[in-house]
């Protein structure tokens, strides 16, 4: 090796919409990302899928590529580290090493009514042991419907050939050659069984679901040993740094570490994070939506997070862009958003999947109100703008008040964070400063490299690599208090009628 020569470590980002790698350097910075688009089919209203095929051949494209580019830039590899889509799960033959069933992702709602008749049950006992409700999803009783119904997992399943895993799993697996069958604990807690106290699953919860233990993968720290990649899958053998859920990666690269710090991430949904410390918090009231979550372990110990999430924001804004076509582009919603000078009298709540928080209502459907033969494209674009920040405020106070305590920073990331007008409505809508970190848009691939480059003794630690990175532009309010009071109870009162009337639709 020569003497300069510099050093860095592959880093996936693998999202709901599309996959990217890239590599980050020994300067903390990320290399222009290598990415392909993913494809996602909803069969119908309740079920939204993606072909693990595609996942893994696009992913092990981009990795090549990426690769290449450090070759040819003679920069030396130390490792893999991967981020992910978290509680998007599959079943898999492991002699064949072909999926058996689509992966059912994170925004899949099935079960959600089956699952609503075991809340009184259940929930004081799974907040208490997992951090998290019942809720609307369950990959496990997913996991345990399919080897009851689908054939060829049955029959994996009864000659000890099925596995189970998230995406992250997969992805390890599929690197490694098949030697490692594992589940970052991020990811595991979004799977829903991830007990809190033993850093295992939580084995009554797994048992009730149906779901047969020994296609369940194991439970590693973030940085754990997940093995090394085959060497005719890359072409090098490298070993996985580290492995975590793509929003606490973000976590990680935004620069919220210690308890009172927050990050909000715009991608396929808005997701606020608040670290709470190394024990999980004590809730002070349990808030619709907002669960307890290991932001990462490393070494044995873990960090412990709140978080609450809007799950169709940026679908929101693709879905209007590419499937009504209000707009091109985001970017054109964006600039078409600065012309308006605010605040719009258009309304848009981003519920297109049922809504979390402040009231759990998974029925809820998307609203947009507040049209006149007066309104503009302009005035469009700002109130879906607006819509998203409102939604920010609402997982913000959510996360306050089970926390019982204020989020003292929040940093901002993510594709629709580019928008000055977003960055500041979030910050008149919540009162209080919002700070756009640099380069948010490969947060989660830098977060995770992050990670594994601390392990690997690239970098000290994570606060020493992010502060290299310099300052971030700061998003102030201006909005006076009494007119951000009226604007959120205007707000809070569309969504209670709207509630209502969903409730009300719905069939019993």
């Known amino acids: 090796m020569t003497a300069n020569r510099r050093r860095g470590v592959l880093s996936i980002d693998e999202g709901t919409t599309g996959t990217r ?24 209203h309740l079920r939204v899928e993606q072909d693990a095929a595609e996942i893994w051949a696009k992913t092990s494209q981009v990795c090549r590529e990426a ?13 893999v580290s991967i981020a992910t889509q978290r509680a998007t799960v599959l079943l898999w033959d492991t002699v064949t090493g072909e999926p058996l069933t689509p992966a059912v992702v994170w925004q899949d709602r099935r079960y959600a009514a089956r699952l609503r008749a075991w809340e009184p049950g259940w929930d004081a006992h799974l907040i208490e042991h997992t951090g998290r409700p019942v809720g609307s999803r369950a990959p496990l009783l997913w996991a345990a419907r399919e080897i009851d119904a689908n054939p060829a997992a049955r029959r994996a399943h009864a000659a000890g050939r099925l596995a189970f895993g998230s995406i992250d799993t997969w992805l390890v697996w599929k690197l490694t050659g098949g ?5 970052s604990a991020t990811n595991a807690v979004a799977a829903g069984g991830y007990d809190l106290r033993t850093g295992g699953w939580h084995e009554p919860w797994v048992d009730f679901l149906g779901c047969p233990r020994d296609v369940l993968p194991q439970i590693l720290d973030e940085d754990g040993d997940y093995g090394v990649t085959d060497p005719s899958v890359l072409g090098a053998r490298l070993p996985v740094l580290s492995v975590m859920g793509d929003q606490h990666a973000a976590l990680i690269a935004l620069g919220a570490h210690r308890p009172g710090q927050a990050m909000c991430v715009h991608g396929t949904g808005t997701f606020l994070d608040a670290v709470a410390g190394d024990r999980p918090p004590v809730h002070r009231r349990q808030v619709p939506g907002v669960l307890t979550l290991v932001g990462w372990r490393s070494r044995g110990s873990a ?32 600039a078409l958003a600065r012309e308006h000078p605010g605040p719009s009298r258009v309304r848009f709540v981003p519920a297109l999947a049922g809504l979390r928080t402040p009231v759990w209502s998974p029925e809820a459907t998307g609203v947009l109100t507040g049209l006149s033969l007066s309104t503009t ?9 607006e819509g998203i920040a409102h939604s920010v405020g609402d997982l913000l106070d959510g996360v306050e008040e089970a926390m019982g305590a204020p989020v003292t920073e929040l940093f901002c990331g993510g594709g629709l964070a580019g928008s000055d007008e977003l960055m500041a409505s979030q910050a008149d809508l919540i009162g209080r400063p919002v700070r756009r970190a640099g380069a948010n848009e490969s947060a989660s691939l ?45 707000w809070r009162d569309l969504l209670t009628r709207h509630i209502a009337h969903a409730q009300e639709e719905t069939p019993s």
């Open 21 to 44: 790698a890239a590599i980050v350097l020994d300067d903390g910075r990320a290399t222009p990302p290598v990415y392909l688009p993913i494809s996602v089919h909803s069969p119908d």
């Open 67 to 79: 690769l290449e580019w450090a070759q040819a830039h003679d920069v030396e590899i130390i490792g």
């Open 179 to 183: 030697a490692v069958h594992a589940m």
């Open 303 to 334: 960090v412990f997070s709140l978080e609450g999430y809007a799950a169709t924001t940026g679908s929101a804004v693709r879905w209007l862009c590419e499937e009504i076509g209000l707009f091109e582009s985001p970017a054109q919603l964006a």
């Open 377 to 385: 494209r302009a005035d469009l674009a700002r109130g879906v703008l």
């Open 446 to 490: 830098r977060g995770a490299a992050y990670l594994g480059g601390v392990r690997a003794g690239l970098w000290p630690d994570l606060s020493t690599v992010v502060a290299g990175l310099g300052d971030v532009p700061v998003f102030e309010p201006a909005l006076p208090d009494a007119a951000r009071r009226q604007a959120r109870a205007e």
